[in-house]
């Protein structure tokens, strides 16, 4: 049997080092493990185009941690504020319509069942 991993303290604060504005959005991987990943993302306006919707073959949870975003999912559009959590179930069409362009939109994305995953790092 193997034995588990060590839990490991991240040394950076999700909140701080903030990419600039003019970097676009910035995707940073904290963790990844077969099947489960965490990362950042930081979004200054930036939006899904509406000819290229996200559908993934793995589950998503996200969790808005400032700013503002809008995702539309279906005919829905689901309005996140700070503290809203969202679960993009594997297979659903799904956009983000709005991020706001005047601060910092900052999303915690945990996916789930991920394919393809590092073998550990």
Avoid: C
Avoid at 70 to 88: K, M, S, T, Y
């Amino acid at each position: 049997m193997t034995p588990p991993a060590p839990i490991v303290t991240l040394s950076a604060n999700l909140l701080a080092d903030l990419p600039d504005a003019r970097s676009g959005e910035v995707f940073t991987e904290f963790l990844a493990r077969p099947g489960f990943r965490i990362e950042r993302i930081v979004s200054h306006g930036q939006v899904t185009p509406q000819d290229q919707p996200y559908r993934q073959d793995h589950d998503e949870w996200v969790l808005l941690l400032a700013g503002a975003a809008r995702v539309a999912i279906g005919d829905a559009e689901i309005v996140l504020v700070p503290g809203d959590p969202l679960f993009i179930p594997a297979g659903t069409t799904h956009r983000v319509t709005f991020t706001d362009p005047d601060r910092p939109t900052i999303w915690l994305a945990i996916h789930l069942g991920e394919t393809g995953m590092p073998t550990g790092t």
